[in-house]
C-alpha cells in the first residue's frame, strides 16, 4: 500500500525545486538581456535591491553564527535562491512603479 501523503509531498517539494529553478534562470536572463534606458533602469534598480537583501541575507547568517558561537552552513543554493526570488519580486515593484 502506497502512503499518499509522502507522494504528495515529493510532488510538492518537486515542483518548489522547478518553481526556483525557473526563477534563477530568469534572473540570469534579464541580466544578459540589452534594451533602452527604460528597461535598463528597471534592470539596474532591481539588482540593487537583489544585491543588498542577499547581502542583508548574509549579514543575518553571520552574527546568527557570531552570536551563537556555532558555524551555520550556507548552503550556496539555498543562497542563489535567495537573490532569485528578491530579484524577482523587485524587478515586478519596479516594473509597476517605473512602467515597464
Not at 54 to 64: D, N
Request: charged share 15%.
Amino acid at each position: 500500500m502506497e502512503n499518499h501523503g509522502t507522494t504528495f509531498a515529493v510532488i510538492l517539494f518537486a515542483g518548489f525545486l522547478l518553481v526556483c529553478l525557473v526563477l534563477i534562470l530568469r534572473m540570469f536572463f534579464y541580466l544578459l538581456q540589452l534594451g533602452d534606458e527604460r528597461r535598463q533602469a528597471i534592470v539596474g534598480k532591481a539588482c540593487t535591491f537583489s544585491f543588498t537583501g542577499t547581502v542583508g541575507y548574509l549579514l543575518l547568517a553571520f552574527l546568527r553564527s557570531f552570536f551563537q558561537k556555532d558555524t551555520v552552513l550556507i548552503h550556496p543554493l539555498v543562497t542563489l535562491i535567495a537573490a532569485a526570488v528578491i530579484f524577482t519580486f523587485s524587478l515586478a515593484w519596479y516594473k509597476r512603479k517605473l512602467g515597464g
